[in-house]
C-alpha cells in the first residue's frame, strides 16, 4: 500500500482557515486521494477525494500538488465541530485491495474558541 | 437516508468465546466493509462485501469470518475470542468506494 504522512497534531482557532498537509511520494497513477475525518465516539466521516484536479465540496476543498506527492486539505472556516482525527488515505481501486482503505495515524486538529 | 447502524453498542466477552456483530447498510449501498480500530489508532480493513460476495480481505485470521445477506445487512464473526481482539468494530457501507463509505459509530468490543 502507497504510504502517506500526516502531522501528529494541529492547532486552529474557530473561524479561522485551516491547512492540513500530507505527503504522499510514493502515489501510484491511479491512487485516489481520500480524506475522513473522526470525531471522538464515532466513526470515520467521508470528507473529500480526487485524483489530480483540486475538489471543493460543501465541507471543504482538496488541493493537489501538480507532481500529485501532496496534497492539502483545507476548511476555509474552522469550527468547534471540526475538531477530529484527519485521515489521509491512498485508495487503489483494482487489485486485491479493492474496498481497502488504509488508514494511518491520522492528523488530530484542535479548535480553539 | 438512515445512515448505517450497528448492534450492540457494547459488548463484554470472555476469551475464547464467539461473538457476532451486525450492521444495517445505508439504503441503496450494496458494499459493506468491516474495520477494526485499536485505541488510540486508525481503523484497519477486515474485509469487504459486494452483493453477498466476499471481495477484499485485509490480513486478518479466518476465525473473522462475515456474512451479507440479500437485503445487504451484514454480520461480522469472530470465533475464539482473544485479548488483543478488544476493540472498537466500525461497518462501513457504499454504493461505490468513490462516492466515499458512511461509517457507523461501531460496536465496542472487551474480551476479558
Known amino acids: 500500500d502507497a504510504k502517506t504522512t500526516q502531522p501528529n497534531s494541529m492547532e486552529s482557532n474557530e473561524e479561522e482557515p485551516v491547512h492540513l498537509p500530507c505527503n504522499h511520494s510514493t502515489i501510484s497513477g491511479t491512487d485516489y486521494i481520500h480524506w475522513y475525518r473522526q470525531l471522538p465516539s464515532q466513526g470515520p466521516e467521508y470528507v473529500i477525494h480526487?485524483?489530480?484536479s483540486n475538489v471543493n465540496n460543501r465541507m471543504a476543498s482538496l488541493a493537489i500538488a501538480e507532481d500529485r506527492k501532496s496534497s492539502t486539505l483545507i476548511l476555509h472556516r474552522a469550527t468547534l465541530r471540526d475538531a477530529a482525527v484527519y485521515y489521509c488515505i491512498l485508495y487503489n481501486a483494482g487489485g486485491t485491495s479493492y474496498g481497502k482503505l488504509t488508514f494511518g495515524q491520522g492528523t488530530i486538529l484542535t479548535v480553539h474558541p | 437516508e438512515t445512515g448505517v447502524t450497528q448492534s450492540p453498542t457494547h459488548l463484554i466477552k470472555t476469551r475464547g468465546q464467539q461473538v457476532t456483530l451486525r450492521c444495517s447498510s445505508q439504503?441503496?449501498?450494496?458494499?459493506v466493509s468491516w474495520y477494526q480500530q485499536a485505541l488510540g489508532q486508525g481503523p484497519q480493513f477486515i474485509f469487504q462485501y459486494y452483493r453477498e460476495e466476499e471481495n477484499g480481505r485485509g490480513n486478518f485470521p479466518p476465525r473473522f469470518s462475515g456474512l451479507q445477506f440479500p437485503n445487504y445487512s451484514s454480520e461480522l464473526n469472530v470465533n475464539a475470542l482473544e485479548l488483543d481482539d478488544s476493540a472498537l468494530y466500525l461497518c462501513?457501507?457504499?454504493?461505490?468506494?468513490?462516492?466515499?463509505?458512511?461509517f457507523g459509530s461501531g460496536t465496542r468490543l472487551t474480551v476479558v
Open positions: 462501513a457501507s457504499s454504493l461505490t468506494v468513490l462516492q466515499g463509505y458512511t
Open positions: 480526487g485524483l489530480t
Open positions: 439504503s441503496g449501498h450494496n458494499t
